[in-house]
T-cell receptor, first 115, second 112 residues
Framework: DSGVTQTPKHLITATGQRVTLRCSPR?????VYWYQQSLDQGLQFLIQ???????AKGNILERFSAQQFPDLHSELNLSSLELGDSALYFC??????????????FGPGTRLLVL | AQSVTQLDSQVPVFEEAPVELRCNYS??????LFWYVQYPNQGLQLLLK??????LVKGINGFEAEFNKSQTSFHLRKPSVHISDTAEYFC??????????FGKGTRLSVIA
């Protein structure tokens, strides 16, 4: 158990809908990262937040957005969903941020299926 | 931008045999290197990482990896695998303040 929790574990929805994925980082970690894992693209970095502020952006679509709240939990919002958004979405956390070789601890993921 | 190549998408190996999972990255400029393991229906778990110093890095579950700067490689090895090592293994690289970049993964299947 990494100490990172993600809810829900599974999500099935229809095209055009909007969903929210939730992540609680390890106690004491200030940074939260979101990743998308799909068969064709592999593991792709989406976005990072540090202590409530956006720090880095990767291959995140404009239909997707995220935020980190004062209690440090984070939410990833996916809207106007398409079939191709079906994937496993991971959250990870670390103590500080991107600098150096800090270990990122991964949650169990949310499996999203868009029908 | 950094990239990571995991040369084998699948590696079948008999139980108690040695295994090597290969990883090459694109730049020899100062990097941090990681191996993560993903067991079925679980998140990623750090096996080991190289930050600096000794090029031979020992990790959990008997795994080790060797950093080779001249060949820009970071291959993962285990002298004797168990059935429980069946999983997907990801190599990742990080440079400075940039995000982690992952390889496509290698599926290790240990056969009894």
């Amino acid at each position: 158990d990494s100490g990172v929790t993600q809810t829900p574990k599974h999500l099935i929805t229809a095209t055009g809908q909007r969903v929210t994925l939730r992540c609680s980082p390890r106690s004491g970690d200030l940074s939260v990262y979101w990743y998308q894992q799909s068969l064709d693209q592999g593991l792709q970095f989406l976005i990072q937040y540090y202590n409530g502020e956006e720090r880095a952006k990767g291959n995140i679509l404009e239909r997707f957005s995220a935020q980190q709240f004062p209690d440090l939990h984070s939410e990833l919002n996916l809207s106007s969903l398409e079939l191709g958004d079906s994937a496993l979405y991971f959250c990870a956390s670390s103590v500080r941020g991107l600098a150096g070789g800090e270990t990122q601890y991964f949650g169990p993921g949310t499996r999203l299926l868009v029908l | 931008a950094q990239s990571v190549t995991q040369l084998d998408s699948q590696v079948p190996v008999f139980e108690e045999a040695p295994v090597e999972l290969r990883c090459n990255y694109s730049s020899s400029v100062s990097v941090y290197l990681f191996w993560y393991v993903q067991y079925p229906n679980q998140g990623l778990q750090l096996l080991l990482k190289y930050l600096s110093g000794s090029t031979l890095v020992k990790g959990i579950n008997g795994f080790e990896a060797e950093f080779n700067k001249s060949q820009t490689s970071f291959h993962l090895r285990k002298p004797s695998v168990h059935i429980s090592d069946t999983a997907e293994y990801f190599c990742a690289v990080k440079q400075g303040n940039t995000p982690l970049v992952f390889g496509k993964g290698t599926r290790l299947s240990v056969i009894a």
